[in-house]
């Protein structure tokens, strides 16, 4: 079966760090796009990044920029996001996906990110930030 297994959730206190990982499962993920988005309690699904095939990130939400990175792992067949610099506000479920958008292709990443473009989303994982 093809998807997109996350993992790396969790409680950590305000400050602190956290890797979330999102690894193919039943096939190889080196050719396609991956982004990363975040389910805040009763707001809508934000795009975080997204990351092209060759590693190129494309940034989404201001409020997380300059904290969260993304990155990928070819040969483990993972992408990870990084977070740093955590806040209570922070708080929600965390989903990997395939960019499908038809303009830019399967590798790459469209300028904005938008949840609707995006497939094959991972089971999510929740990150608590919370003292």
């Known amino acids: 079966q093809l998807q997109l297994v996350q993992s790396g959730g969790g409680l950590v206190q305000p400050g602190g760090s956290l890797t979330l990982s999102c690894q193919a499962s039943?096939?190889?993920?080196?050719?396609?796009?991956i982004g990363w988005f975040r389910q805040l309690p009763g707001k809508e699904r934000a795009g975080i990044s997204c990351i092209s095939s060759e590693g190129d990130v494309t940034d989404g939400i201001d409020s997380v920029k300059g904290r969260f990175s993304t990155s990928r792992d070819n040969a483990k067949n993972t992408v990870y996001l990084q977070l740093s610099e955590l806040k209570p506000e922070d708080t929600g479920v965390y989903y990997c996906a395939f960019s499908a958008n038809t303009d830019v292709g399967w590798s790459n990443c469209a300028t904005s990110l938008v949840s609707s473009e995006f497939v094959g989303w991972g089971q999510g994982t929740q990150v608590t930030v919370s003292s």
């Open positions: 039943g096939f190889s993920l080196d050719l396609y796009a």
